[in-house]
């Protein structure tokens, strides 16, 4: 298996590289509409509909817990479909999300706001809409990407290729990607990594369980040691929260067993919960 993530900038031409890659080797292409179908599926689609790559707002930042459930069921999606294996991602933080494993490939496309402005004129957008919905996006992006995941976008150190469109075709930048992708040094990092996507998928479903029931990230930490099984650790101020707790997870799809190591906080001695 392996995987492509593209992240773009608005008119650089990312979109249409991504499909042509995806094309030519043969992979799924997750695009924003296969992203959403399969959100619908898993019920969340409307978590990660709000996950636009725009900043949510100051309330939610600061006064509310659907930023981070939003999140946690957006990764949960994405990794669900990583684990199927070979699949171009477009956008959605995927590049991010996918970080740690060596079998992604992240491309970031870019181009000069001359040339992507252009580009867009051409498409029929007038001059000056066209920069202000460009600069708009950057802005937006950018934002989202901190708030999100606490990186600058326009760091090169969380891509493998950054290609600059000003002077490349598309069909040029779609044949050097999957010629990379082809080579034997690129997929022998793929070993091993269908199963930790799937782990991933279901401890980000977790997490977003146990926050929308009302119990605190900072608080319990789900881990998934293996397929099917949630290990739940942490504090809570009494036996009836532990209960729930292990209840809620049980309900998560995918859950087959909870190892509930729970505290009950009392007053300044733990006690832990038994099960």
């Known amino acids: 298996m392996y995987l492509i993530t593209f992240t773009r900038k608005m008119g650089a031409g990312g979109s249409e590289i991504a499909k042509g890659v995806a094309a030519r080797l043969g992979y799924s292409l997750y695009d924003t509409e296969a992203i959403e179908n399969t959100a619908r599926e898993m019920g969340f689609l409307e978590d990660v509909k709000d996950v636009d790559e725009k900043l949510p707002s100051l309330f939610e930042r600061f006064f509310s817990q659907r930023p981070e ?7 949960s999606v994405i990794l669900e479909l990583a684990s199927k294996g070979n699949a171009v991602f477009l956008g959605r933080g995927s590049h991010v999300l996918l970080r740690t494993l060596k079998c992604a490939l992240h491309v970031r496309v870019t181009a000069s706001l001359e040339r992507r402005t252009q580009n867009l004129v051409e498409r029929g957008f007038e001059k000056e809409v066209a920069l202000k919905a460009i600069q708009r996006s950057d802005q937006e992006r950018d934002a989202f990407t901190k708030f999100a995941f606490g990186v600058h976008w326009e760091n090169p150190e969380l891509y493998d290729l950054v290609l600059n469109m000003d002077n490349l075709s598309t069909d040029l930048a ?19 990594a269908m199963g930790s996507l799937a782990m991933m998928a279901l401890a980000r479903r977790a997490e977003a369980a ?13 881990s998934v040691p293996e397929p099917g099984k949630v290990r739940l650790d942490g504090f809570v101020g009494n036996q009836s929260d532990a209960a729930k707790a292990g209840d809620v997870l049980r309900a998560v799809k995918g859950v087959e067993s909870v190892d509930n ?11 832990k919960y038994p099960m």
């Open 69 to 75: 459930i939003h999140l946690d069921r957006l990764s």
């Open 174 to 192: 779609v044949h050097t990607i999957s010629y990379i992708a082809r080579t034997e040094q690129i997929r022998a990092r793929a070993t091993d």
């Open 210 to 222: 146990l926050i929308e029931a009302g119990f605190s990230p900072t608080s319990l930490s789900p």
């Open 261 to 271: 190591q729970l505290r009950i906080a009392t007053g300044y001695s733990e006690v």
